[in-house]
Antibody, heavy 121, light 116 residues
Framework: EVQLVESGGGLVQPGGSLRLSCVAS????????MHWVRQLPGKGLEWVSV????????AYADSVKGRFTISRDNSKNSLYLQMSSLRPEDTAFYYC??????????????WGQGTLVTVSS | QPVLTQPPSSSASPGESVRLTCTLP?????????IYWYQQKPGSPPRYLLY?????????APGVPSRFSAFTDNSAHAGILLISGLQSEDEADYYC??????????FGGGTTLTVL
């Protein structure tokens, strides 16, 4: 069974940093591109970033470009999101999601349960 | 950043059919992009349902009933999610999504479907 478990969320002050992790099980992480998608509490979804299986292709939403960095360690079955210069509008549940492809991206066929990031003073 | 527009709410009775629309910006060719649909129930992460690009390029996720289907309405410049034979378990938020020409993912604002 595919499982994605996010961690690392919490309360952080504006301008601060946080690193999210996502541990995968039930499949070979290095066979798939992986995404981060966020959702403001009670609101809609926003795609954040994607990384292909080797890390050769990465993309970010304009809203996080230059502040967030996606990475992965396939040997640890883990995906990461380093977030810096955090703003109150970054407050959201952050989901990691598995793509169906490895060297490109298409659709998210499995999702974690999410981790909550709150940016507030 | 292109925007996908979804009505905030929709409702229908059990057994009826409901069309959920996802309107694309007027400068985007509806037929040039695949539209993906996700379902989210309270307290759960989203779930991928299906996608539609053309009659020869479409697909439904494993386990998704055939009463869920999708197509595009060129006159409305929209992607459509059609749910036939509505059931109470279909009550959820539905999001459309596509990949822009700059490879950025774009979600619609979501439609809350109420089964009366």
């Amino acid at each position: 069974e595919v499982q994605l478990v996010e961690s690392g969320g919490g309360l952080v002050q504006p301008g601060g940093s946080l690193r999210l992790s996502c541990v995968a099980s039930g499949f070979n992480l290095d066979d798939f591109a992986m995404h981060w998608v966020r959702q403001l509490p009670g609101k809609g979804l926003e795609w954040v970033s994607v990384i292909t299986r080797t890390g050769s292709k990465i993309a970010y939403a304009d809203s996080v470009k230059g502040r967030f960095t996606i990475s992965r360690d396939n040997s640890k079955n883990s995906l990461y999101l380093q977030m810096s210069s955090l703003r109150p509008e970054d407050t959201a549940f952050y989901y990691c999601a598995k793509d169906i492809y490895s060297a490109n991206w298409d659709r998210f066929d499995s999702w974690g349960q999410g981790t909550l990031v709150t940016v507030s003073s | 950043q292109p925007v996908l527009t979804q009505p905030p709410s929709s409702s229908a009775s059990p057994g009826e059919s409901v069309r959920l629309t996802c309107t694309l910006p007027s400068d985007i060719n509806v037929g040039g992009y695949a539209i993906y649909w996700y379902q989210q129930k309270p307290g759960s992460p989203p779930r991928y349902l299906l996608y539609y690009h053309s009659d020869s390029d479409k697909g439904r996720a494993p386990g998704v009933p055939s009463r869920f289907s999708a197509f595009t309405d060129n006159s409305a410049h929209a992607g459509i999610l059609l749910i036939s034979g509505l059931q109470s378990e279909d009550e959820a938020d539905y999001y459309c999504m596509f990949w822009s020409s700059t490879d950025s993912g774009v979600f619609g604002g979501g439609t809350t479907l109420t089964v009366l």
